[in-house]
């Protein structure tokens, strides 16, 4: 066994603790979430629909617990409040439009033949998430694989230690069985072993781009589904005709809130030339006005980073694209503590040489460059392993459609950025992963087509 430890960004003291199953004690309580799983499926999708969602509100009613425990475990500050409104709202959509979207495929009967194709789930279900936002991620997968009568097994990020045993007694204490929704605490060697074993019938990865590529060599051979949401440097793009304070409001917010830590945060943004000083200027005192310091704080706007090496990772890029020629618009704050706590950073003079236009930086700085075109803005949005969101900025919503059809991303936006409508699929491209979450869509990745071909006259 292993002892799992989620260290507080807020002061580095251990905030929680947990031991590991071991391979047996894992592979045992799998086994009866297996055996749940027929039960649980056999049961009438609205029951299934009406637990789930009773279970969503039990997790509601502990906001206020919810919240300053997340500042206390991954940074944020508690003037946002939790993440029950997305929460919900993800939930609510997959439940609303469940029985549609699950609704068996009708495709021709007549007095010979009845053809058509059912949706079933796929079995157990294991569900990685990540610490960023530890409530919403989660959710996108385990509503909508519970509703379609999968049982589902959560392991959660050690940052983020408690969220799943939350989720768990939440679900629990409003009816849906242990044995259905199971929160289990697993080092990487015995998640992986699992897999390898066949013991998950579909797994839903967030996370690291490593850790998506271990999932896949664990998974090889098996034929499990293996579904990832990964790395991402998503792009901003200002055109002549845009809103410049929606924009640079927007746009900055998406770069910066959360600490930088955000799945479809902005990275990087280009902008017209004839937009671009002003925009710097804007961005600039957006970024001057945050309070950084801990998110326990009603004033605070920016609390610490998640873990001194995330911290440590942005600092290496920030300093490295500066001894490269760029500037750096934002002087060191009082409260940086060269730990968890960093200064946001805003930089110019920034060329795709340096890391921190390439590789995903996950923290509170971005790099704004000058373009002339959209053809230019294209080349450049698309110049990374990435492609997870693109924001796009102009009045004119025929030209977004044209050039969002070129950018390899997952979503495009237009004059938003960094909101995941649970309508639309969350998907990516290229290093960011396979696979697709939320929507109708999701439904049909939480389960298989199983195809009826009845005949009912035979002589």
């Known amino acids: 066994m292993t002892l799992l ?34 039960q649980w499926a056999a049961r009438p999708l609205q029951d299934r629909i009406d637990l789930v969602m009773a279970g969503v509100a039990a997790v509601g009613a502990m906001t206020d617990e919810i919240v300053p425990e997340l500042a206390r475990m991954m940074g944020r500050p508690i003037r946002y409040g939790g993440e029950f409104g997305g929460f919900n709202e993800r939930a609510s959509y ?15 009967e007549d007095a010979t033949f009845k053809r058509y194709i059912k949706r079933v789930p796929h079995g157990v279900v294991l569900v990685v998430a990540p610490w960023n936002y530890p409530y919403m991620t989660a959710i996108n997968t385990v509503a909508p694989a519970l509703i379609a009568g999968n049982t589902v097994v959560l392991k959660h990020a050690t940052q983020t230690l408690l969220v799943g045993e939350r989720m768990a007694r939440a679900f629990h204490s409003a009816g849906v069985p242990e044995d259905v929704f199971m929160n289990v605490f697993l080092d990487h060697q015995t998640t992986s072993g699992l897999i390898a074993q ?28 293996v579904a990832t949401e990964l790395g991402g440097k ?107 706590y960093l200064t946001p950073q805003i930089l110019t003079g920034v060329t795709h040489e340096m890391r921190v236009m390439r590789d995903e930086s996950f923290g509170p700085v971005v790099g704004i460059m000058k373009v002339s075109s959209d053809e230019e803005a294209i080349a450049l949005m698309n110049d990374s392993e990435f492609g997870l969101t693109a924001s796009l900025w102009t009045a004119d919503v025929a030209r977004a459609e ?26 990516g491209c290229k290093n960011t992963g396979r696979g697709g979450g939320l929507s109708v869509i999701g439904y049909h990745n939480l389960t298989r087509p199983k195809s009826y071909h009845l005949k009912k006259v035979t002589t």
């Open 402 to 427: 044209r050039v969002g059809d070129r950018i390899e991303t997952g979503t495009v936006f237009m004059n938003r950025a960094d909101y995941l409508d649970p309508g639309l699929c969350w998907t």
């Open 94 to 108: 997959m439940a609303e439009i469940a029985k549609d979207a699950l609704a068996d495929i009708a495709v021709g």
């Open 234 to 340: 998503d792009p901003g793009y200002v055109m002549e005709d845009a809103d410049l304070d929606a924009a640079v409001d927007t746009l900055i917010d998406g770069a910066m809130f959360n600490s930088g830590q955000c799945c479809c945060g902005i990275e990087r943004i280009y902008v017209h030339e004839s937009l671009y000083d002003a925009f710097v200027e804007k961005a600039v005192g957006i970024v001057k006005g945050y309070k950084l310091g801990n998110p326990l704080d009603p004033e605070t706007t920016l609390g610490p980073m998640a873990n001194i090496r995330f911290a440590a990772e942005v600092r290496a890029q920030i300093a490295e694209a500066v001894a490269e020629g760029a500037t750096a618009h934002i002087e060191t704050f009082a409260e940086d503590d060269g730990a968890a």
């Open 198 to 225: 066949n013991a998950f019938d579909f797994v839903n990865f967030t996370g690291s781009v490593a850790g998506g590529a271990e999932m896949e060599r664990a998974a090889a051979g098996t034929f499990t589904g």
């Open 5 to 38: 430890r989620c260290i507080s960004p807020i002061d580095g003291s251990v905030f929680a603790e947990r031991e590991t199953l071991s391979p047996d004690a894992a592979c045992s309580a799998i086994d009866r979430v297996r055996a749940a799983q027929a």
